[in-house]
């Protein structure tokens, strides 16, 4: 998991010595959220068969009107849009939730066709036997009822994506591919 930029900052700036509104404020958002990453002190940590909550703190624009935070939920499927709504509005209560959009989570059972099928098709040319990994990644998948992202990670890798230096090893690669071929 890597480390997010705002929560750090946001540590930082509460060491600083502040106008009184501005550091409380801070030390508001601190206190929610700290540098946790799905939801624990805001009471959202939450997960069921299709994976667990994470809460990241994705925006935020400060100026002499105030400020603003744009908060990325990815939820399990079994928690609700009013849940989610309520915890926020209690962690931050001098804030106003605003621009509020949310999708519901979707999840394909591990023993349906498609997934059995494209399990069946990795362990086949891996031999890694280990539970498919659920994840809250917005992917086009979730536009279908019977879609799922499909991706090989290895744990003996060190996982870049979506990080400095973003990379995957060639070998890898090419056998990614013909998992992909086999699976189609």
Known sequence: CGKNAIQMMIALLCKLPLPEADLSALSAIKAAYGMEYNGESVGLDKSDESGRLTLNLGLMDWNDKGYALSI??????????????????????????????FSH????????????????????????????????????????????AFGIEREYRENRLHMVDEALNMEDFIEDVKIMADAI
């Open 72 to 101: 990325d939920i990815r939820a399990p499927i079994s928690v609700l849009e009013d849940e989610i709504s309520e915890k926020l509005a209690a962690s931050l209560p001098m804030a106003k939730l605003e621009d509020v959009s």
């Open 105 to 148: 989570g979707h999840y394909v059972p591990e023993d349906s066709e498609l997934v059995s099928g494209l399990l069946k098709v990795y362990r086949e040319r891996t031999g890694d036997m280990s539970a498919p990994k659920r994840i809250g990644g917005g992917t086009y998948a979730r536009h279908f009822d019977t879609a799922v």
